[in-house]
C-alpha cells in the first residue's frame, strides 16, 4: 500500500501554506493549518504540529483510495494526485476528466495536461495554482 512520501507533504505545506488562525481561502472556504478544511470555523486556532497532524489525517483517506486504483502505479502518479485532491476535494476528483483519462490509459501528455486545466478559484487563474498543477504534472510523469 503506497502512501503520500515525504516529498509531496513538504510541497503541499509549501502550497498551502500556514496559518495558525482560520481564513476564507480564494474558494470562499473556512481554511486553518496547512490548507485544512474539515471542521474549521472562524474562531479556529492551530499550532504548526497541530496542523501538520491535521494534514496527516485529511490525506489518510486521499491515499486509501487511491490505493483501489491499479493506474496510479508509481509514486510519482500517487503524489500528483494527493496533491491535487488535497487542493481540490476527493468529490471534484471522483467527477473529474483527470480521473477517467487515468482509468481509460490515457497518455501521460494527456493526463498532464488535465491537471493544468484546474488553476480557477471563482474564474479567476490563480498563479499559486498554476504553479501548483505543474508541479504535479511533472510528479505525474516521475
Do not use: H
Not at 20 to 42: E, L, R
Not at 55 to 71: G, H, M, Q, S, V
Not at 100 to 108: H, V
Amino acid at each position: 500500500m503506497m502512501k503520500a512520501s515525504d516529498k509531496v507533504i513538504e510541497k503541499i505545506k509549501e502550497f498551502e501554506g500556514f496559518s495558525n488562525t482560520a481564513y476564507k481561502c480564494a474558494g470562499g472556504v473556512w481554511t486553518c493549518g496547512f490548507g485544512t478544511t474539515k471542521d474549521i470555523t472562524p474562531t479556529t486556532r492551530c499550532t504548526r504540529s497541530e496542523a501538520e497532524q491535521w494534514l496527516l489525517r485529511d490525506l489518510a483517506p486521499i491515499e486509501a483510495y487511491l490505493n483501489t486504483i491499479p493506474e496510479v502505479n508509481t509514486q510519482g502518479k500517487f503524489d500528483a494526485l494527493c496533491s491535487f485532491i488535497y487542493n481540490l476535494g476527493m468529490g471534484n476528483f471522483k467527477s473529474s476528466t483527470l480521473l477517467r483519462k487515468i482509468k481509460e490509459g490515457a497518455s501521460t501528455e494527456d493526463i498532464q495536461e488535465q491537471f493544468r486545466r484546474w488553476v480557477y478559484a471563482k474564474r479567476k487563474v490563480l498563479e499559486g495554482l498554476v504553479k501548483r498543477r505543474e508541479w504535479e504534472a511533472q510528479r505525474w510523469a516521475e
